[in-house]
C-alpha cells in the first residue's frame, strides 16, 4: 500500500472514496441509520473536493483503501474500508498528517467508541464536548487535542 497526496481530484476519485467512505461509516457508525447515512452521503463529495490536504492511501492497482483529509493542523476526516481495518494503516496516515501537516486536533463522535481509543492511543486528548454535531443532529461530539509528552522531566529524578 502507498500514500499519495491527491491535488486533482477526479470524479473518478471521489467515487472511489465516497465508496470507501460509506462502507467505513457503515462499519463503525453503527449509531447512525442507513437513512441517516443517505442523508450525509450527498455532502462528501463537496468535502473531498474542498478539503486542504487529501491523501490516500491506495493498494498495488491504485485502488483507494483509505483516505484522509488534513486542514489546518485539524485533521477533517480518516476513513478506513472495513477490509483493512485493523492493519495499521489508520496509524500510518495519522502518523504522516502529524509529521507532514503538523496535525493537532480532531473532532469524533462520542457514539464512535472504536475511534475515540484510536485516538487516544495516538495521544489525543479530549477537552470539549457537546451536545449535538455541527447540524444540530442528537450526536454528541468529543474536541480531541494531541498532547505532547513533557520532555522537560525526562531523565531526571
Known sequence: MKLAEKTQRTSELIARLLSVWERSVKATHTFLSGEEIA????????????????????????VPAAFMGIGEQKLEM??????????????????YGIERYAVQEVTVNEQNPQAIGFYEHMGFQTYRRTERDEQGGPYPLLYMRRVLPDVSSEGRF
Open 78 to 95: 480518516l476513513f478506513l474500508a472495513p477490509e483493512v481495518r485493523g492493519k495499521g494503516h489508520g496509524k500510518r496516515l495519522l502518523q
Open 39 to 62: 442523508k450525509i452521503k450527498p455532502y462528501v463529495p463537496q468535502a473531498l473536493e474542498q478539503v486542504p490536504h487529501l491523501i490516500v492511501l491506495e493498494d498495488e492497482s491504485g
